[in-house]
């Protein structure tokens, strides 16, 4: 009569069709509720869910029902201390208070806020919603993606080397059991006997064997005669035995992308600049990692020398000196040859600086840019840090600083290339939409 | 919990330990909190023994499924079916328990038990061995026997074909989300779950389910149609308003007619749609047709929540004590079901604050124990009030009958004692809409006993508690103008806001304009009336 079932091991997530419906449902005001959080914290802590309240209204699931309140009604309640029959009660307010006690319950008519948490993924999701990576589909398309060979069962056809010995033999074995081809052994015991009964008549004096004997040989012959044209005719290995490995070619995604950080730490980047600068970079680490499920970062920091360095030294420590630009470029090269294969790594590069540069340098990093890196990078974005009370000045089309003059003409060939100016971190996030945005490459081919 | 095979406390109980031979606990069926699946088998089987041979319960056979929490979330938020199909407001309801129970403002039930052949119990793998006990006890006894046997589920539910059938509907929903869309069927589904509670046939019998039977009738009936088609019927006047000349008999023998004709009135919405919706789709019939056999099997379950939970705390008090009685089980673990069992039973008070009505487990398991207490030892006051029980000694069977042969309205109606009513410190409020007061119109004494007990009985009466709704009249011959009647009863409305929007739902089933009347139930005048065109639904 009873049967336990151990079900403790069944894919769970049985309502996750529901919960993909049920964001659908409240899509509209996930996102506004996630945009509001996202302008209230810190963009570090963005990795994670957040709880989110959105409106119960448009979750409403309406139906006929009474009015609680109104109308003539009777009503039994437990616990009753003092009262007697014809006493007087205060009508309780409207919450619900006072005689009949209850608060509206959690999930009744008084639900105007929803409260619940997004996962991490639902909440990135969201947050990403417009963006998409440039050129990532089209990557993705004509990726000459490298191939990795997988067994995939076994073939009649094949070359010689992939021949598979233990099907072929065992298919050739069960053939020649099934035709009944002699063994060797058997002929060799065949060819045995017969050499002894051979022999036997040699010793005799008459130099031959008696009858029985003589029978004997004669059906031996016969018999070897008959295996040996049995084995002739029945190969050992046929061409219906061999069986080959097979093998498939399956494409091996590239998964993992590298991420370059450059940034000009001179002295002419401030603090606050250093900051704006450090946000993109996370913005787009984070971006990355959506993408990729592995995701290298490179910080190479310049002055007038480049450097390798890591991430606290990268952000925090300061350097004094010139600025050269093409030395983090060199760098990043350097850097890219040694460990960053082309075939290996989706490269992605960003630079921040606040424009200055080496009066000589801008051809020099041009060309670095335009021969050696943009080819192998699957998007270069250059952001201009700018300083608030300068940012005026710079509108203007002839406030150009001295890299930016340098990198423009190129941006505007290359689609992998693009530059924006950033002057305050409320900035950040729009022109991180703009680099990225969905429709970037329609309107720019 | 591990349930790992190194725990010391899982002792089989045939095979009691040599290590402790001198306890007289070596009859004991489980010791500490621990539990392993063989423990569980033999606690069942000795629960089994006491339920079957003591009780004489009559029960489907048992399937209890051992599950996560996390599945127990999952199970919660598909309103506690193994299957269901898909839709946004079980999301809903998912995402909101996941937040209460991970803030730890709301546990989750111990178990859930499905009314289905064999019934199905699910037990959480956190429960210890007692809880595992008093769940098996009370769901795969208890409920069970109440499902087998009471009237409602016997008439109006098929426990043998219950999984079968959801089975269906999911692949059916599913194929059309497929087919149709997401929104689509969304559209439907939304729609005919703001019906579902108009969508029960409360008194004739159900039909069996058959789509077979019912597309060759609506292909007959088309085809009827085709045949004695005749053109002249298109030059007649349009609407019935305009035939100024037909005297009023003859109109209204019309509208009889046409009323006829439809089966109207018809208080089941959903079914009314699915059968005459002139615009809709075979496969939106369908999914109707799903919600309302779905809301049909659970209404029985509505209407029995008191009995039901009382029967199986009943069985279940009765079995654990029973188990102890007869050494199986320790004096430690009887403290842990005592202390789970009132907490279970405990009835706030109207002026707490945790109070939001009747406890059912309270108020059932208190009518039980009463029942149970009349039998075997009355009072006085029970001889006059239950003459034919008080004393009868026989309480098992008394109370078999009692959850065979009646629902909530009618069990509190013919059992409810004064003492219960004394116990629970029962008095009955009359609000009158124009007085400024409300009055304590009776109370737990001679002169109160059967008005409260009527009130209570009427506040446990679904058909009292949910709004008589009927369809009344469509205007087919003319802009199919879809009349929806709600009978007010003492003034009580409905939800006005809620009321608009489930009347949109059925204009977008409809496809045409629809009237909500409310009309009064003593005189039948038309109190006020809500339009709704089919424009407004477009625009909303």
């Known amino acids: 009569m009873l049967y336990i079932v151990d079900r403790r091991k ?74 007697v029959q014809g006493d007087r009660v205060a009508r309780p307010n409207e919450d619900g208070g006072g005689a009949g006690g209850s608060k509206a319950s959690p999930d009744g008519d008084g639900e105007d806020e929803f409260q619940f948490t997004l996962t991490r993924d639902e909440f990135l999701d969201i947050f990403f919603e417009d963006l998409e990576l440039p050129d990532l589909l089209k990557k993705s398309l004509k990726q000459t993606t490298a191939f990795r060979n997988a067994r995939a069962g076994f073939s009649v056809q094949g070359t010689p080397a992939n021949l598979s010995l233990v099907r072929t033999m065992r298919n050739s074995l069960a053939r020649r059991i099934g035709l009944r081809r002699p063994k060797t052994d058997e002929i060799r015991d065949l060819e045995d006997q017969i050499t002894a009964l ?66 000009d730490v001179s002295g002419s980047m401030s603090e606050q600049m250093k900051e704006l600068g450090k946000r993109f970079f996370m913005l787009l680490h984070l971006f990355l990692h959506r993408r990729y499920e592995h995701v290298d970062v490179v910080f190479i920091r310049h002055t007038s020398r480049a450097s390798e360095v890591d991430e606290e030294t990268f952000f925090y420590s300061r350097e004094t000196g010139g600025t050269i630009v093409s030395t983090a470029l060199e760098e990043m090269k350097k850097v890219l040859k040694d460990r960053y294969p082309t075939d290996q790594w989706n490269i992605y590069a960003a630079q921040a600086s606040d424009g200055d540069n080496y009066s000589n340098d801008g051809a020099k990093c041009t060309a670095l840019l335009a021969e050696d890196l943009l080819p192998k990078c699957q998007y270069y974005a250059y952001i201009e840090i700018t300083d608030e009370r300068e940012a005026e000045i710079f509108a203007a089309a002839e406030g150009e600083t001295a890299l930016w003059k340098s990198y423009a003409p190129l941006a505007a060939v290359n689609p992998r290339f693009s530059l924006k100016r950033v002057t305050k971190a409320a900035d950040i996030f729009p022109v991180f939409r703009e680099l990225f945005a969905k429709n970037r490459a329609e309107a720019k081919t | 919990m591990s349930t790992s095979s190194h725990s010391k406390n899982t002792t089989p109980a045939p095979a009691p330990e040599p290590s402790e031979p001198s306890e007289p606990s070596s009859k004991l069926l489980f010791n500490g909190a621990d539990w392993d699946f063989d423990t569980l088998k033999n606690t069942y089987d000795a629960i089994e023994d006491i339920a079957l041979n003591e009780l004489k319960l009559d029960v489907y056979a048992n399937q209890v499924e051992v599950i996560t929490s996390e599945q127990m979330l999952d199970a919660y938020s598909s309103i506690g079916m193994p299957l269901m199909y898909h839709h946004w407001s079980f999301g809903k309801r998912f995402v909101r328990d996941d937040v209460m129970y991970r803030k730890g403002y709301q546990g989750l039930a111990y178990e859930i038990v499905i009314n289905s052949n064999p019934c199905i119990s699910y037990v959480m793998e956190e429960n210890t061995i007692v809880m595992q006990a008093l769940v098996m006890a009370h769901a795969a006894f208890g409920h069970n026997h109440f499902f087998k046997n009471n009237y409602l589920f016997k008439q109006w539910t098929d426990a043998d074909g219950i999984l079968d059938y959801l089975q269906f509907a999911k692949r059916y929903i599913a194929k059309c989300e497929d087919r149709y869309g997401f929104d689509a069927v969304e559209r439907v589904l939304d729609a005919a779950h703001a019906l579902m509670e108009q969508g029960v046939n409360r008194y004739s019998h159900p039909e069996k389910p058959n789509l077979a039977v019912e597309l060759e009738r609506e292909r007959e009936r088309a085809k009827y149609e085709d045949e004695t088609y005749n053109d002249l019927w298109r030059t007649l006047p349009q609407t019935d308003t305009d035939d100024q000349d037909i005297d009023e008999i003859q109109r209204k023998m019309r509208i009889e007619e046409r009323r006829a004709q ?81 907490r279970v039973v405990f009835q706030a008070e109207f002026d707490d604050q945790r109070y939001s009505g009747f406890n059912p487990y309270a108020l059932g398991f208190a009518m039980m124990q009463d029942i149970h207490r009349m039998c075997v030892d009355p009072t006085d006051e029970d001889r006059k009030w239950f003459p034919d029980i008080a004393g009868n000694n026989d309480p098992v069977e008394t109370l078999k009958d009692a959850w065979a042969n009646y629902r909530d309205e009618s069990f509190i109606l013919q059992f409810l004692s004064p003492k219960v009513m004394r116990d629970m410190r029962m008095f009955m409020i009359d609000d009158q809409s124009a007085s400024p007061h409300l009055e304590v119109a009776a109370i737990h004494d001679d002169n109160g006993y059967r008005r409260v007990r009527r009130s209570l009985a009427r506040m446990h009466d679904v058909s009292v508690r949910e709004p008589d ?72």
């Open chain 1, 10 to 83: 069944n894919p769970t997530g049985k309502s996750l069709g529901n919960r993909q419906r049920f964001m659908r449902r409240a899509k509209a005001q996930i996102k506004k509720a996630v945009e509001e959080s996202i302008r209230t914290r810190g963009i570090t802590d963005i990795n994670n869910g957040d709880q989110v309240i959105i409106p119960g209204k448009t979750l409403k699931e309406p139906g006929f029902h009474h009015v609680r309140r109104g109308g003539n009604r009777d009503y039994v309640l437990p616990g009753n201390k003092k009262f």
């Open chain 1, 198 to 263: 051979q022999e036997k008549a040699n010793k005799r004096p008459s130099g031959k064997l008696t009858k029985p004997d003589d029978e004997k040989l004669h059906a031996l012959l016969a018999d070897l005669e008959n295996a040996k044209r049995r084995m002739k005719s029945i190969p050992f290995i046929d061409p219906i035995d061999t069986r080959y490995n097979q093998f498939q070619q399956i494409p091996d995604p590239n998964t993992q992308a590298v991420m370059f950080c450059l940034m």
């Open chain 2, 469 to 540: 709704m009927q369809i009344v009249d469509v205007d087919i011959r003319g802009n199919r103008q879809l009349y929806v009647q709600h009978t007010e009863h003492e003034g009580i409305r409905l939800e006005k806001a809620e009321a608009e929007m489930t009347l949109g739902y059925i204009g977008q089933l409809w496809g045409y304009g629809v009237t909500l009347q409310a009309i009064d139930y003593k005189t039948g005048e038309i109190l006020h009336e809500t339009n709704y065109t089919p424009d407004d639904l477009t625009a909303a």
């Open chain 2, 262 to 342: 439809f089966g109207l009135p018809e208080e089941n919405l959903l079914y009314f749609l699915e059968k005459n919706a002139p615009a809709m789709q075979l496969w939106e019939r369908e999914i109707l047709r799903i919600v309302r056999n779905i809301g049909q099997y659970f209404y029985p379950q509505k209407q029995t929540k008191v009995m039901n939970e009382g029967c199986a705390c009943y069985v279940h008090y009765s079995i654990m004590n029973s188990l102890y009685d007869k050494g199986l089980v320790s004096e430690g673990a009887m403290m842990e079901f005592i202390d789970s069992h009132s």
